[in-house]
């Protein structure tokens, strides 16, 4: 399900690094609960290099929200746009990266499957070896949401967590004749793949 490229954006800088921040509309850093809002219209498009791609609102995230309860992290995505269309070959609704305070590092993945019409989730460490320990996710295509719960042990014994989400999906384009990758950095207007350049505050557990 997940292929070397989509591993190696998290530990891969990308060159344009955007300066716009997502805005927080709630919670202290030391809150349970942090959600924000992601301009519309931010998304960009990898070929041979990024660029902006704001023409394109499949999966465009335009909010977040991370809630750290006693045994589960829920991150809940809102997008301007979320289908599959003909020609792609994945989309992946949530993907980012969660690290702890113990220091541990979980690189997460929602990828829609269109053959049966689910959300498969994975969760893989820093060695990018998948961690077995139950995530699943779902998606809305009507309401334009999807959502991805991450039980406590997937994390450790972790008090507090900061994350980087992001959306990705891949599509056939004629102008160019070939598959072109399109992302939106949640945190930011900038290019997809900035962990560790760009995350949230502190998420604290209930």
């Not at 791609?53 to 746009?81: C, G, Q």
């Not at 004629?174 to 290019?191: F, I, L, P, Q």
Request: glycine share 8%; with cysteine.
């Amino acid at each position: 399900m997940t292929t070397f490229a989509k591993v190696a954006r998290y530990s891969i800088a990308v060159v344009s690094i955007g300066l716009g921040l997502a805005t927080a509309v709630a919670a202290p850093a030391a809150a349970q609960t942090y959600q924000w809002t992601d301009p519309a219209g931010d998304m960009w498009s990898e070929t041979t290099s990024d660029q902006p791609a704001p023409e394109w609102t499949n999966a465009d995230v335009v909010h977040e929200r991370v809630t750290y309860r006693l045994h589960v992290v829920m991150i809940r995505s809102k997008f301007t746009d979320l289908r599959w269309d003909d020609g792609m070959t994945y989309l992946e609704v949530i993907g980012g990266y969660i690290r702890t305070n113990e220091g541990r590092n979980r690189m997460i993945f929602a990828e829609y499957s269109p053959g049966d019409q689910s959300v498969s989730a994975e969760i893989q460490n820093g060695n990018s070896d998948t961690v077995r320990c139950g995530p699943t996710a779902g998606i809305d295509f009507d309401a334009n949401t999807a959502w991805m719960r991450i039980p406590r042990p997937c994390l450790g014994n972790a008090r507090w967590i900061r994350v980087y989400l992001e959306s990705i999906n891949s599509t056939y384009d004629a102008k160019v004749d070939d598959y072109v990758e399109y992302g939106d950095n949640a945190m930011s207007t900038g290019g997809f793949g900035l962990y560790p350049y760009a995350s949230t505050p502190r998420i604290h557990r209930d």
